[in-house]
């Protein structure tokens, strides 16, 4: 398959606004207070299938995420027969603890080698006692380059495209640990994360929505209001631009913190909220070297996978690593 051309990326993003369109005269005939409802636990979460690329080498890959349709509950979900993937085996590199809200793009799994159109790899997930499913096929309306990332995370608009923003790299990112390490409770574990990035797409203000320029080292933000309990009222939503870097947690059924507070992974587009969607927010100042230090303590033992996701709001780059904490 040739290299989507922007005629062809337009076309796809009008494909996709008019189903966005549909879902929103879908939503417009329901009662209002139905469609305004918002919950912070005891919902579901829903596996998606976010549509498929192709790399430079010609190896296909599917791309998921997830809705978990609570503003605080965050689950946790074990591989098995509640969490697995088929055809192949059950683990195919899924999360197993769900932030709240919308998060895309979190995983990726290989294409298996004689995959057709017609056929289908399912991730089933249950949560809350009821079972949903996320349907991958190799459809070509399904397929996805970097562009169509940047639009749906919202750093870019729908149809935005020029030359500068197709030749966007996605953020390199490099973790000074060993893919395995081991912690104590209560004892802070000193993560390291170097990340730099090629400046595209510019930094944008969310306040007023124009670029800007990156507040100096030791200048304030502007102060932000307590978040609002309130839905998102966009058909799509709106990201910072500019290089930021967050941890968090993966896998693992236990209380975790960090020093410093992450930047939000998941669409929070709450004012006042630490999170690239929501309003007020900018990327704070990159570190000398792009070097970022974060300390992790863990309140319960087991196993966890922390990722640590370096994202420039438009493309991201992800790195994992295993901690095994003891009593």
């Known amino acids: 398959m040739k290299q989507d051309s922007p005629s062809g990326y337009l076309t796809r993003c009008a494909l996709r606004a008019s189903l966005l369109l549909g879902v929103v005269a879908a939503l417009a005939v329901q009662p209002a207070a139905h469609a305004q409802l918002s919950y912070s636990r005891g919902q579901t979460v829903s596996p998606g299938?976010?549509?498929?690329?192709?790399?430079?080498?010609?190896?296909?890959?599917?791309?998921?995420?997830?809705?978990?349709?609570?503003?605080?509950?965050?689950?946790?979900?074990?591989?098995?027969?509640?969490?697995?993937?088929?055809?192949g085996k059950p683990d195919q590199g899924q999360p197993t603890h769900f932030l709240p809200r919308r998060n895309r793009f979190v995983f990726r799994v290989p294409v298996p080698q004689g995959f057709s159109d017609s056929d289908e790899l399912i991730w089933t997930l249950t949560t809350q006692g009821e079972t949903k499913r996320a349907y991958a096929t190799l459809r070509l309306d399904y397929f996805v380059d970097d562009l169509v990332k940047a639009s749906e995370q919202?750093?870019?608009?729908?149809?935005?495209?020029?030359?500068?923003?197709?030749?966007?790299?996605?953020?390199?990112?490099?973790?000074?640990?060993?893919?395995?390490l081991q912690a104590r409770v209560g004892e802070p574990l000193t993560l390291v994360a170097i990340a730099t990035d090629d400046g595209v797409p510019k930094p944008r203000d969310r306040r007023t929505n124009r670029l800007f320029r990156q507040p100096s080292q030791g200048e304030d933000?502007?102060?932000?209001?307590?978040?609002?309990?309130?839905?998102?009222?966009?058909?799509?939503?709106?990201?910072?631009?500019?290089?930021?870097?967050?941890?968090?947690?993966?896998?693992g059924a236990g209380r975790v913190t960090f020093d410093p507070e992450q930047n939000k992974v998941w669409e929070d587009t709450r004012t006042g909220a630490n999170s690239p969607w929501a309003p007020k927010w900018y990327a704070p100042p990159v570190p000398p070297d792009g070097r970022f230090v974060t300390e992790v303590t863990f309140h319960d033992p087991g196993t966890y996978v922390l990722r640590c996701l370096a994202s420039d709001g438009a493309l991201g780059t992800a790195s994992d690593v295993t901690i095994t904490v003891t009593p």
């Open 49 to 87: 299938y976010e549509g498929w690329e192709r790399e430079s080498g010609g190896k296909l890959y599917f791309l998921f995420g997830y809705m978990n349709r609570n503003w605080l509950e965050e689950l946790d979900m074990p591989i098995g027969p509640e969490n697995f993937i088929a055809p």
């Open 154 to 180: 919202g750093a870019i608009g729908a149809g935005t495209t020029d030359p500068v923003l197709r030749a966007n790299k996605a953020p390199t990112l490099r973790v000074e640990s060993q893919d395995e």
């Open 221 to 251: 933000a502007p102060p932000t209001s307590k978040p609002q309990w309130t839905p998102p009222r966009q058909v799509t939503v709106g990201s910072s631009t500019g290089l930021r870097l967050s941890w968090y947690l993966f896998r």
